[in-house]
């Protein structure tokens, strides 16, 4: 599936200044860049225009992460991470003393979901998935109690998706019999393929409630 980064997150911290330099990139070669303007974009490459709208550009390649103060006077840090084999920003959203969470607002065929990553005691920024959250969390009753409430809504996801597969699989089916009916004798459009797109469609938004299963889990590990 084709994912493209939202705009939201193509302009987090567009302008962001304040102060003297308070924009902070730091570079994988361990060197540092201050500048009071940094505009970030994900689509279709990732990199981050520093010092002007006009100014110039540094790749996402040579990032390890970019903080400061917004014109707001919010702090923000933009970590980085892999997304299908190429490097995007993400904004952490939990500052933990163990687990630092993430999310990358997203656009997939038409909607919009988040997905989240996570870092456990500074490490690399991962995909926050069951298995991996469930292996770095285990040692916390009160975070596995939110993950197990995540996986069962993952579940619920897989069984929906089946449900309506078969749905609309059974009603072209029904469809292709009923043309060898006399013309008199056919119907309009079937009830099954409102049936099965629908419930196609409800496991969307039922991932936005399962990440913020996951993210609670996150949070919890760190009480």
């Known amino acids: 599936m084709r994912f493209i980064i939202s705009t ?6 567009t302008h962001l200044a304040s102060g003297q330099g308070n924009i902070k ?3 994988l070669t361990d060197s540092t860049i201050y500048t009071n303007y940094a505009d970030l974009k994900n689509q279709p490459t990732s990199y981050v225009t520093i010092h002007s709208k006009e100014g110039t550009r540094v790749s996402i390649r040579g990032i390890h992460h970019i903080e400061g103060y917004d014109q707001n006077g919010k702090y923000r840090y933009i970590g980085v991470t892999t997304l299908q084999g190429r490097k995007i920003f993400t904004e952490r959203i939990h500052d933990g003393q163990r687990i630092d969470l993430y999310r ?5 065929d038409g909607w919009k979901s988040n ?3 996570y870092s456990k005691d500074d490490g690399e920024i991962i995909k926050g998935r069951f298995a991996k959250l469930k292996k770095d969390l285990r040692d916390s009753p009160e975070a596995m109690k939110c993950l197990r409430g995540g996986n069962a809504l993952r579940y ?3 069984a929906l998706y089946a449900a309506g597969a078969i749905v609309l699989a059974k009603t072209v089916t029904n469809k292709l019999d009923e043309q060898q009916l006399p013309p008199e004798e056919t ?3 079937p009830v099954g393929f409102f049936v099965g797109a629908g419930l196609l469609m409800v496991p969307f938004y039922l991932n936005n409630v399962k990440i913020r299963q996951y ?3 996150g949070r919890a590990y760190d009480k």
């Open 115 to 117: 997905l989240l990553w």
């Open 104 to 108: 990358t607002k997203v656009i997939s």
């Open 187 to 189: 119907t309009g459009v």
């Open 156 to 158: 619920t996801q897989h």
């Open 25 to 27: 990139i730091t570079l």
């Open 215 to 217: 993210e609670r889990a």
């Open 8 to 13: 939201l997150l193509s302009v987090l911290i």
